[in-house]
């Protein structure tokens, strides 16, 4: 148990005189010169949202396009212009940072037990190089176009197409480094920040999926670095690299690539991970079934998902002995995965459900989660990957991953602990409702890539065969019920800032230190600096499970006095 | 009426749809199971639920944990085995192949068959046959994709690309390029029409068609000088020591550095464009790299060419 010594007295007896994070300071400089690791978050909060919605617009743009098989909205131009930009914006400025910058920044020093990150003006930097690096993305994108898709192959980016690539590529290393400093910071926090007793398998499964996403963050990202540094200074300065008329190799661009991001896919699930445990466990009452094979399961992902880069280039021209040792690997990363939907569900077994928003939201992310990584086993098949590759299959495949996913947990987290943030509660009604909006919106708009991906309609397509038509309309359907289920609770949580109920300590009775502090939090943290003698998860005492029938399930919550 | 299938046009196509409906049968069944479970705990064991509560029974314990990793972990490699197998089995070359070049540029493709009949964005095959495509880009990456074949390849400039197929079925199919290629890249395709053999037969004999790809390949052969060391011996007009061509294509060749390799397309095409690489033994290291000077086209007539120099008895 979360042991607190000295002892916290009872909860209704904690003076609230002290002023939390949020009021203890007041002015714009102080938010804006802030290395308080809280309100860092709440900058970068703000911050993905307005690149939510930039890229949301180009998915907007995206689907209105696509609704009929003729060009009707954009040019041709504009339409590549428009998948470049929801592809970069959404990649670089919102998945990957998303969980990481603003959960685990609020979160990883109240779960470890300490009062801030390890390096709070490190942290504070890499919001400003995120921001700068940000806008000029956006610069880029809207001031000459950018026509390459996210992925820059070569030699297209390199020779021939026409746009601000240059300072594309440029924002995105600025982008790399910001997600380096928040990693190397994650990591120094966890190895060194820990409460006195706080052992490393006494983390909560939060911790730990930060600490894996930050190894990947940390190892993969300069190879990004370097890769784009190439495309520049081809593009730039003439240097033959990958233009094959001089000698280059345009396949070298595509490992390089792949090596970062197919790891990067990892740096935007794994976090969505540690969420979902975090929130099964709270509302089932039952600890987390196998919590070291789920340990385990993440650092094995963290460290296979460098191995599996070829399977993006089944199709290039790579020699089938390396397809097929990226085959074999690819199938071998599905077993972890596997092992965390099997451990959710398992958790669930014989405990106290409850339905707050949060459970909703996690129910519905192992759902899709589930169908996204054993669509996951088509892809690794060469034969099939051969079909399907390029095609609109990848693009449903990797949605449910990341969108579906990632984007699922990241409402789930942010519903779970936005009484720990904001010191409010939200309207439940509402947030039941859209978190069953997301589920069944998301299935809508990319459950029919699958077969339309199958069929052979290929991505990246402003126009296209009319027999795809009837998947392309039904996708952009359910994408009008998912900008619904997006943005209903942006509109109810901004309501409870301001007229939300107070939100207790602990409003979903959950373990776990951040729980045990003031919501919201006092700038420090903790008023004392806790110690920590048992895992993160005591809802019933071990060999035992919850009690049945009653309505406090806190009851079998052992505390010592 | 709404197409859940995609036309099965090609011997690999029906092989690819059987491995698919295996996995989804799988998958669905193992989807199946997670939906159970979940829906099933979330309803039993909600809160106040009279279902039994307390410790784990002891089947539910590390062994499951164990035995759920390994079953997974069996089934993944089970399922790697039968993919890779039947992609390493797929498509054997065949000698008799018919040979077709395709050049990819933004945004058309041009194909080109044996006699020299040219078809932009369009390529006709007999069905029954095995077909194989040698092909290269003069600009950026493109992907020739035929859905009702299964089949993509990418096509990659400087470099060659082999895909081979054999058509099942006749009709006309969608060719797609599958990899982003610039502006009109959802515009960049066509049809591939399979024909029976006979029927293919009088399509290609009415094409006009300039020189066959080999004699055009023979006229570039004497115009950029190559004959003058590796012409024909017999005549006596070679004044340069160098290999002899005849009979050359797809031969073993050794190699200076004792390596000894087929000299197919790939290999052929990197000694005219680098011919210091992989100097045949025996033969001193003169050539000049033909890089620069020898566009795509006709290298391919070159390799045309190539190809059908039989070794004189």
Avoid at chain 1, 350 to 369: D, N, S
Avoid at chain 2, 226 to 245: E, N, Q
Wanted: charged content about 15%; aromatic content about 14%; some cysteine.
């Amino acid at each position: 148990m979360n042991h607190i010594t000295p002892a916290i007295p009872a909860p209704d007896a904690i003076p609230h005189e002290e002023p939390s994070y949020l009021t203890a300071e007041r002015g714009i400089g102080s938010w804006l010169l802030t290395t308080d690791h809280k309100r860092i978050a709440l900058l970068y909060m703000a911050a993905l949202t307005a690149f939510f919605f930039i890229g949301g617009a180009g998915a907007v743009a995206i689907r209105l396009e696509l609704f009929t098989p003729k060009a009707d909205v954009l040019t041709a131009d504009g339409y590549n212009r428009m998948f470049t930009l929801h592809g970069t914006v959404m990649i670089w400025f919102f998945l990957v940072p998303s969980i990481p910058t603003t959960l685990g920044n609020f979160l990883i020093p109240l779960m470890v037990g300490a009062r801030d990150l390890a390096f709070p003006r490190l942290n504070l930097l890499s919001w400003y190089l995120f921001i700068f690096a940000g806008a000029v993305l956006i610069y880029a994108l809207v001031a000459g176009g950018v026509d390459t898709g996210w992925t820059f192959y070569t030699p297209f980016s390199t020779t021939f197409s026409n746009g601000y690539v240059l300072l594309a590529g440029l924002a995105i290393i600025l982008a790399g480094f910001s997600s380096i400093a928040t990693g190397v910071n994650f990591l120094a926090t966890i190895h060194l920040l820990r409460a006195p007793g706080m052992g490393w398998f006494r983390l909560p499964l939060f911790a730990w999926a930060i600490y894996g996403t930050s190894l990947v963050m940390v190892l993969a990202t300069p190879v990004l670095t370097a890769v784009l540094l190439l495309v520049i200074a081809e593009r730039g300065f003439g240097l033959p690299v990958f233009d094959p008329s001089r000698g280059g190799d345009p396949l070298l661009f595509q490992h390089l690539f792949w090596f970062y991001s197919h790891p990067a896919v990892y740096i935007m699930i794994l976090p969505s991970f540690g969420v979902i445990s975090e929130i099964v466990t709270c509302f089932s009452r039952r600890n987390v079934f196998g919590y070291d094979f789920m340990v385990y399961a993440i650092l094995w992902i963290a460290i296979a998902g460098f191995l599996v880069w070829g399977h993006h280039m089944f199709v290039s021209g790579q020699s089938i002995y390396a397809s097929l040792a990226f085959s074999f690997l690819s199938f071998v990363i599905a077993v972890p995965s596997a092992i965390k939907v099997f451990n959710w569900t398992f958790t669930l077994y014989r405990g106290q459900i409850t339905f707050e928003a949060p459970m909703l939201y996690a129910v519905g992310f192992i759902g899709l989660f589930t169908i996204g990584g054993l669509t996951g086993l088509f892809l690794a098949s060469i034969p099939i990957d051969v079909h399907v590759s390029d095609t609109y299959y990848v693009v449903g495949h990797f949605h449910f991953i990341m969108v579906g996913g990632a984007v699922s947990a990241f409402y789930g987290g942010l519903s779970f602990w936005w009484p720990k943030i904001t010191g409010r509660k939200y309207p439940m009604t509402w947030a039941r409702f859209a978190a069953i909006l997301m589920f069944f919106g998301f299935g809508f708009t990319f459950f029919p890539m699958f077969i339309m991906g199958y069929l052979g309609m290929p991505r990246r397509y402003q126009v296209y065969p009319e027999e795809f038509q009837v998947w392309h309309v039904m996708s952009s359907a359910g994408a009008v019920l998912l900008a619904g289920a997006y943005l209903l609770p942006m509109g109810y949580l901004a309501w409870s800032v301001f007229w939300g109920e107070k939100a207790e300590d602990d409003p979903w009775n959950a373990t776990g230190l951040e729980w045990s502090t003031s919501s919201p939090p006092p700038r420090d943290n903790f008023r004392t600096p806790p110690e920590v003698d048992e895992g993160p998860y005591f809802y019933h005492p071990e060999g035992e499970g919850p009690g049945h029938d009653h309505g406090d399930p806190h009851r079998d919550q052992v505390r010592t006095p | 009426m709404i197409r859940f299938w995609p036309a099965t046009a090609s011997d690999v196509a029906a092989q690819v749809d059987q491995l698919t409906g295996v996995l989804l049968a799988i998958c669905g069944a193992i989807l199946l199971l997670v939906g159970c479970l979940l829906l099933g705990f979330s309803i039993r064991y909600r809160r106040g639920s009279s279902a039994k509560r307390g410790a784990l029974p002891e089947i539910v314990s590390r062994e499951v944990e164990v035995g759920w990793t390994a079953a997974t972990l069996f089934l993944a490699l089970f399922l790697f085995a039968w993919a890779t197998g039947m992609e390493l089995r797929a498509n054997p070359p065949q000698p008799d192949a018919i040979e077709v070049h395709v050049l990819a540029r933004q945004w058309m493709w041009k194909t080109r068959h044996a006699n020299g009949a040219q078809e932009i964005d369009a390529l006709h095959v007999p069905r029954g046959e095995q077909v194989r495509l040698l092909m290269t880009s003069q600009d950026v990456i493109h992907s020739f994709f035929v859905p009702a074949f299964r089949a993509k390849q990418d096509v990659l400039p400087g470099r060659l690309t082999e895909l081979r197929f054999t058509a099942t079925e006749t009709g006309t199919y969608n060719l797609f390029c599958a990899e982003y290629c610039g502006t009109l890249h959802a515009r960049m395709g066509g049809t591939v029409t399979v024909m029976e053999p006979e029927d293919f037969a009088r399509w290609l004999a009415v094409q006009p068609r300039g020189d066959d790809l080999a004699r055009e390949g023979a006229a570039l052969f004497v115009s950029l000088g190559c004959a003058g060391c590796h012409g024909d011996r017999r005549g006596g007009s070679a004044t340069v020591r160098a290999p002899k061509l005849e009979g050359v294509y797809n031969s073993p060749v050794p190699l200076q550095d004792g390596r000894v390799v087929t000299a197919d397309e790939a290999y052929l095409r990197d000694s005219i464009l680098q011919p210091r690489r992989d100097v045949v033994a025996g033969f001193p290291n003169v050539m000049p790299s033909f890089a620069g000077l020898v566009h795509e086209e006709e290298m391919q007539r070159l390799l045309a060419y190539l190809r059908s120099l039989k070794d004189a008895p």
